[in-house]
């Protein structure tokens, strides 16, 4: 069962950045999409970006377009969210998830297969 641990949280002033690491147990992620999911306080959980298994095509919230990238890096055990100009509204826990799939594309909205304990990201001056 693949499992997977965020790290990279914390707390950070507006307009600043931070970095979140999803790290996987196996040895590859090249056959699974990647998901970023993030859950604040009395709301619902949002897919915030997701990179597909081949690398080609990422997808990001209208929230974060801009300010979020994606990426997993060359031995591919990794996906990295890079968090630019946060926010306060971006104050949440941050979850990785992993879905088996070849598909070309990803979407935030498909059901997720592993998922991670989740990591606190606070933005507060």
């Known amino acids: 069962q693949l499992q997977l641990v965020e790290s990279g949280g914390g707390l950070v002033q507006p307009g600043g950045s931070l970095t979140l690491s999803c790290a996987a147990s196996?040895?590859?992620?090249?056959?699974?999409?990647i998901g970023w999911f993030r859950q604040a306080p009395g709301k619902e959980r949002e897919g915030v970006s997701c990179?597909?298994?081949?690398?080609?095509?990422?997808n990001y919230a209208d929230s974060v377009k801009g300010r979020f990238t994606i990426s997993r890096d060359n031995a591919k055990t990794t996906v990295l969210l890079q968090m630019n100009s946060l926010k306060p509204e971006d104050t949440a826990v941050y979850y990785c998830?992993?879905?088996?799939?070849?598909?070309?594309?990803?979407?935030?909205?498909?059901?997720?297969?592993?998922w991670g304990q989740g990591t606190q990201v606070t933005v507060s001056s």
């Open positions: 998830a992993a879905k088996v799939t070849r598909d070309i594309i990803c979407k935030t909205g498909w059901s997720y297969d592993f």
């Open positions: 196996e040895f590859t992620l090249e056959y699974y999409a």
């Open positions: 990179i597909s298994a081949n690398e080609g095509y990422t």
